[in-house]
């Protein structure tokens, strides 16, 4: 996409609705496909798989650690499982299954979280997970993918299912708008450029794609070429598209909906310091937790708007300038 | 036809020895909870399970994971007795780069059927593959050894609940109950009994034996294959450091090797 082109951002459903299908797609596809649930499936949308293919489709309860583990022996006996549960349950909860039973024998697991970041809204705190980019990547072998549209999250699940090994696939509660049409090709590990620029990167996956792509656009007006990234695969970082942003652009701004401690934009500061040392911010959720309330008085409060990305680039800028 | 029992109790006995060198030699790991599981565990690899040395991943094979992942030594003794594991290298237990890790590990010795070692899971597995076994129409069955401390996990009776509800009857958990673990005995670390109430509550068949007698122990595999609907869970009461008069009983060969002056009294008496 050239400088200056305009993003249409269309209405689109949420990534967990687009997980939902495209789970079914799998389930037609491969018979091997079979879905983990820990009496959420209406919430995580699993339920669509449950629907078509009930024998394939394995309730657990309210019990996260024993749904992990069962995964892993469904893999063990050549099955792909996709278990799936809020972000925040199936991460902490299943957390010590998914080290010892999961990535440490490398097992082809996918693990799906839903209900990601604090745009989940009114239930508050405890629903929300904001770490847990953080620990998917702290299991060595994981891939860890954060679509970012309807489209993405799709071509992402179909993807994971042909990676062999451990994946996880983070997915979000809200509305999310489209982003991409379906010509987009989309690999594991590899960055979208949606816009080209020369003065600053943002480096942004889930919701904030959508909101970087805004802040480019009120930049736009002040004189300043944005390039934008969809980092959608925080694990394996997409080295190459990082250190061209460093190099080319000089200035980088990563933007994520997730504690920066640990998060994606951390991961991204790694590389540069590694290839090409440049000033970088950090749009993300601060050292706290967050409150009930509708999730755009949400992500108003906590910083996580195309304004909030906009403010980070003029920070940078005045770093690179001097 | 069974194969006599004198000659599983000679394997035994070998079994006990390799257990002994094993953890003697390394200097570290878990002697009483290896050598209570001898029987068990020797019965299900030379009597029982339907498993090929010449072909360690049949698809069809029944699986047997050690949940309790910490007596490793017994399993590595016994895998090795039958041929699925390498005999000769059993004295690098716990040596770098070697087969036999410290708890198993499935990317050092494939013919394992899990890697395990972080204790409440194993259980979960076994479900796991007893779901996939039906699913395919395998004939496989699932063996899974827990400890008795072991079960304090909360997992253990996440997944309890979920095997009679998914009427795996592919899958036996067998419960060492040799009534110690690390910090002293059980009851007083925190009480599991009654253990065979707990289990026939969640729903599963549950036997209990004496698990270091061999007939007894193939009697309550037979049962449990013949058992329909339902899992079976075999409570299998046994003596912690089974064999050697000064482990048995004894909470300090949990996780204690013998120095190598007991490792020749162990040895002798193992003759």
């Not at chain 2, 009654?194 to 193939?218: M, S, V």
């Amino acid at each position: 996409m050239p400088a200056g082109t305009k993003f249409e951002l269309k209405p689109g459903p949420a990534t967990r609705e687009a997980f939902g299908r495209a789970l079914v797609e799998l389930g037609r596809a491969n018979k091997d496909v079979v879905v983990c649930d820990a009496d959420l499936s209406k919430s995580t949308m699993t339920v669509y798989f449950q629907k078509e293919f009930p024998d394939r489709f394995f309730s657990y309860g309210i019990a996260e650690a024993n749904m992990v583990a069962q995964a892993a022996g469904l893999a063990y006996a050549g099955k792909i499982p996709f278990a799936a549960s809020f972000s925040a349950f199936v991460m902490n909860k299943g957390f010590e299954q998914l080290r010892v039973c999961v990535a440490y024998p490398n097992l082809n697991v996918k693990i799906v979280g839903t209900h990601s970041g604090i745009s989940i809204g009114e239930d508050g705190p405890s629903q929300m997970s904001v770490e847990e980019t953080s620990l998917a990547c702290s299991l060595p072998g994981f891939v860890v993918l954060t679509p970012a549209d309807e489209v993405s999250t799709k071509a992402l699940v179909h993807a994971a299912a042909a990676h062999v090994g451990p994946v996880f696939i983070r997915t979000g509660r809200p509305k999310a708008p489209i982003i991409y049409n379906g010509d987009q090709n989309f690999e594991i590990g590899k960055a979208v450029k949606l816009l080209d620029g020369t003065d600053v990167t943002i480096i942004a996956n889930g919701l904030l794609v959508a909101e970087a792509l805004r802040a480019a656009e009120m930049l736009e007006s002040e004189g300043i070429s944005t390039r934008v990234l969809d980092l959608h695969t925080v694990k394996p970082l997409d080295r190459d598209a990082i250190r061209r942003a460093a190099w080319e652009t000089g200035a980088i701004v990563a933007a994520e909906e997730h504690l920066v401690d640990g998060g994606m934009g951390v991961r991204v500061a790694q590389v540069v310091a590694e290839t090409t040392p440049c000033p970088m911010e950090f749009v993300g959720i601060q050292d706290t937790y967050a409150e009930s309330g509708t999730p755009s008085e949400l992500l108003d409060k906590y910083g996580l708007l195309a304004r909030d990305v906009a403010a980070a680039v003029r920070k940078v800028l005045a770093r690179k300038r001097r | 036809m069974p194969i006599p029992v004198a000659e599983l109790q000679a394997i035994a006995k070998r079994v006990r020895r390799d257990i002994i060198e094993m953890i003697g030699t390394a200097g570290s790991g878990h002697p009483g909870g290896s050598l209570s599981a001898v029987e068990i565990i020797v019965q299900l690899y030379f009597d029982f399970m339907r498993i090929d040395a010449k072909s360690p991943k049949w698809p069809d094979r029944d699986r047997f994971i050690l949940s309790k992942g910490h007596a490793c030594p017994v399993l590595y003794s016994v895998m090795a007795e039958f041929g699925l594991a390498p005999k000769g290298k059993l004295n690098t237990l716990r040596k770098l780069g070697s087969i036999y890790q410290g708890h198993p590990d499935v990317r050092f010795l494939p013919s394992l059927e899990a890697s395990t070692g972080s204790l409440g899971e194993g259980l979960s597995l076994a479900l796991g593959m007893g779901l996939a076994d039906r699913l395919d129409g395998r004939p496989c069955r699932t063996y899974v050894m827990l400890g008795d401390g072991e079960i304090q996990e909360g997992q253990v009776w996440e997944s309890a609940m979920s095997g009679p509800f998914h009427k795996l009857d592919n899958v036996v958990a067998i419960v060492d109950y040799n009534g110690i673990q690390l910090d002293g005995f059980v009851k007083n670390i925190m009480e599991v009994a009654p253990l065979a109430d707990k289990w026939r509550a969640y729903g599963w068949h549950t036997l209990e034996i004496d698990g270091h007698n061999f007939p007894a122990i193939r009697q309550a595999l037979e049962e449990a294959q013949s058992t329909k609907g339902r899992p079976t869970c075999i409570v299998a009461h046994t003596v912690k450091g089974k064999g050697v008069s000064f482990m048995e009983n004894n909470p300090k060969f949990h996780g204690t090797a013998p120095t190598p002056d007991e490792m020749r009294l162990a040895l002798q008496e193992l003759q």
